[in-house]
């Protein structure tokens, strides 16, 4: 029976499951595109390999059938994975859907087939054409087509109005959408863009039915896709369920009967539920430090800990069109109070990682030349005393007060906790409004919100063209409310850039600019676990959270 029910009660969960009994430079870059490429199409910092039509799956012999037990901290804030930007929502409706082309776990670079078994791409770089798979079917029996795939791209290009395209920005460049052929959709591109076959693999992309999208504009209600599993029951507060599809387009897959996340808000409840056997996998992005990894580690030595970089960069995030904030010696000054130090060892002991505006790597300004600048160091009195100075240059000597903005997740507010103490060393008062997740979604999006925390960047991929549309003017996911209109230009002339070096140079420019600008102030770039019993089998935990979350591959041992 396929439903979603009304319920809250935490103990209904617990019952439930009782009753159940840093990363490293790139290698060089690869030519510049051909005529036809059957991977990633333009110079990428790790080159992708050749296309395959299954994934890598396990050395030991997979074994058919059981319930992977794993959960979430949150009721499903948006099911319309097009319109959603967490990994709250997306790790949960992942099964169920498919993309056109998908990314590596292993190396999430790497861009191979998914619902398009190969494309390829025109001598100017602004043609792709995706062949898709024939007999692929959404999970009511109805056909894929090339139709589905233009509607379900044309809405996160150009969406309609009361559709929030969280991804707009990254499709900047596509002019239009063809569909020659029910199999074949073609993407004209305005000007090349050296990163687009990874923006097309961008987990959130899923390819949705046109006759859904036509009939109610949205996929809140209606979770159908060509994906290994298939939805089949979700209890508000309690669990979400999908179920083995069995006519799954990639022969042999899934081995698992089906995946069931349990709604667990606290974290020491979910912490008690694993290490006594009753969930399998915690992950992604869990926020225990190492002190607690190793208590877990005592009571369960059994337990994986595979671990990888998130493209998550915590910071404290300032409204930059609201006052005091428009001044940046207001910003400099809460650059220089908050002790990047104290808040890496309170907040994420072993598993934080120091950097500026892009993921450490390839792309990044080397982390050893920004610990050099002001604020950005080992904090010293003379830190406070300068932000104490430029807050009273500013206007503001005796400090002032301004509201922050969290969601009720104890890991969160415990950080808004630091700030206080943090700021209040130099004046500021801050005020914490702690609200529930929906409610604290509504504040994000809004332009009048006065400061906030956690990911001020959040995406998918560590490729510029996806990081830096987080700074752009206007787009949904630029959360400081930032202006740049250099920026913006220098953006476009990067994304266009098909040598490595030449674009290189220009996201180095960007980086230096915002370094300048400080519309918010970062204090870490988010190392994250998984931890799941050894029975599971076939999982891979990639780089940046989202990839190969649909459970394909993964099966349980005896």
């Known amino acids: 029976m396929r439903k979603i029910v ?23 870059p690869q030519p510049a595109p051909t005529k036809e490429a059957p991977a990633a199409t333009a110079p990428r910092p790790t080159p992708p390999p050749p296309a395959t039509t299954t994934p890598v799956l396990p050395t030991d012999k997979p074994i058919y059938g059981g319930m992977l037990k794993t959960f979430g901290v949150n009721d499903l804030s948006n099911s319309d994975l097009h319109q959603a930007f967490s990994y709250l929502d997306h790790n949960p409706m992942a099964p169920i859907y498919s993309l056109l082309v998908r990314s590596d776990p292993k190396d999430i670079n790497k861009i191979g087939p998914d619902l398009a078994e190969r494309w390829d791409v025109s001598a100017d770089g602004k043609a792709y054409t995706f062949y898709l798979r024939r007999g692929v079917k959404f999970h009511d029996g109805t056909p894929l087509t090339s139709a589905d795939v233009k509607a379900s791209f044309d809405r996160i290009v ?12 990254y499709f900047d460049a596509v002019e239009k959408v063809e569909t020659p052929d029910a199999n074949i959709a073609r993407f004209i591109l305005k000007r090349p863009q050296a990163a687009f076959p990874a923006i ?9 039915p046109k006759a859904i999208l036509d009939q109610k504009g949205d996929m809140k209600k209606d979770m159908m896709g060509t994906g290994p599993f298939r939805f089949k029951e979700y209890i508000r507060g309690v669990q979400f369920e999908v179920e083995k599809n069995p006519d799954y387009f990639l022969p042999g897959l899934p081995y698992l009967d089906g995946v069931m996340r349990y709604i ?66 207001v910003r400099r000054a809460v650059m220089l109070a908050l002790d990047k130090d104290a808040l890496l060892a309170k907040h994420f002991p072993g598993i934080g990682v120091r950097g500026g ?7 990044a300004i080397p982390t050893e030349e920004l610990l050099k600048l002001p604020g950005w ?15 009273a240059e500013a206007g503001y000597p005796n400090g002032f007060s301004a509201t922050f903005y969290e969601r009720n997740i104890r890991e969160y507010v415990d950080q808004a906790v630091s700030y ?23 504040i994000r999006r809004s332009p009048n919100f006065d400061t906030m925390g956690e990911a001020s960047v959040n995406v998918e991929t560590g490729d510029p063209d996806v990081v830096v549309t987080r ?15 250099k920026l913006d230009q220098l953006y476009r002339e990067q994304s266009q850039t098909l040598d490595v070096a030449e674009r290189k140079k220009k996201v180095l420019e960007i980086q230096r600019m915002m370094i300048e600008d400080l519309p918010f102030m970062p204090w870490s770039w988010q190392v994250y676990y998984a931890i799941h019993s050894p029975k599971v089998k076939g999982f891979i935990l990639p780089d940046g959270r989202y990839v190969g979350q649909n459970m394909e591959a993964v099966w349980l041992a005896r």
Do not use: H
């Open 6 to 28: 009304a319920a809250t009660s935490l103990w209904l969960v617990l019952g439930l499951l009782l009753a159940a009994c840093a990363p490293a430079a790139a290698p060089p």
């Open 420 to 442: 206080q103490g943090l700021l209040g060393k130099i004046g500021i008062d801050l005020k914490l409004d702690v609200r529930e997740n929906a409610a604290w979604l509504i």
């Open 357 to 363: 505006f892009m993921p450490p790597g390839f792309w």
């Open 200 to 208: 097309v693999a961008v987990p959130f992309n899923a390819v949705f």
């Open 471 to 485: 700074y752009l003017s206007g787009t949904s996911g630029n959360y400081a409310q930032y202006k740049n209109p």
């Open 264 to 329: 667990i808000p606290d974290s020491a409840a979910a912490k008690g539920a694993f290490v006594t056997g009753r969930l399998d996998l915690m992950q992604p992005s869990l926020y225990y430090g190492e002190p607690e990894l190793k208590e877990m580690k005592k009571l369960r030595p059994d337990m994986v800990i595979p671990q990888a970089l998130g493209f998550s960069l915590f910071s404290f995030i300032p409204n930059n069109d609201k006052k005091p904030w428009t001044d940046i010696r």
């Open 158 to 169: 150009s969406p309609p109005k009361g559709v929030l395209s969280q991804r707009q920005a």
């Open 377 to 391: 160091g080992k904090q010293t009195p003379e830190d406070i005393a300068e932000a104490k100075r430029l807050l």
